[in-house]
């Protein structure tokens, strides 16, 4: 999880400490969710692993930003092809 973590900071020139803070805004909330759900699909954790991984989240903010992502995904062709790269990136590293 915290290869994923780095990967999406990195793409989205957010830093970790944001990532997993209670901030709201705009500019973190898209790299949060989308950290949230890679760590959904790349890894078995379970969604309270995830939560406290993100700065002790609750499980329900972790299946909201998972299916906020996949809804967005299928409207936005240039989320998918984000998110893909970011898939890529951390399968190899």
């Known amino acids: 999880m915290d290869d994923i973590q ?3 900071c990195t793409k989205f020139h957010v830093k970790m400490t944001e990532l997993k803070s209670r901030r709201r805004s705009k500019t973190l909330v898209q ?3 989308i950290a949230m ?8 954790s379970s969604y309270p692993e ?3 991984q993100f700065g002790g989240k609750d499980h329900t903010t972790i299946i909201h930003a998972c299916r906020q992502v996949a809804k ?5 062709a240039a989320l998918q092809t984000t998110i893909e790269t970011l898939k890529e990136q951390i399968l190899r590293s």
């Open 6 to 8: 780095e990967a999406v």
């Open 31 to 33: 790299p949060r969710q």
């Open 37 to 44: 759900y890679l760590c959904r699909e790349l890894t078995d």
């Open 50 to 52: 995830i939560g406290r």
């Open 72 to 76: 967005a995904r299928e409207a936005d």
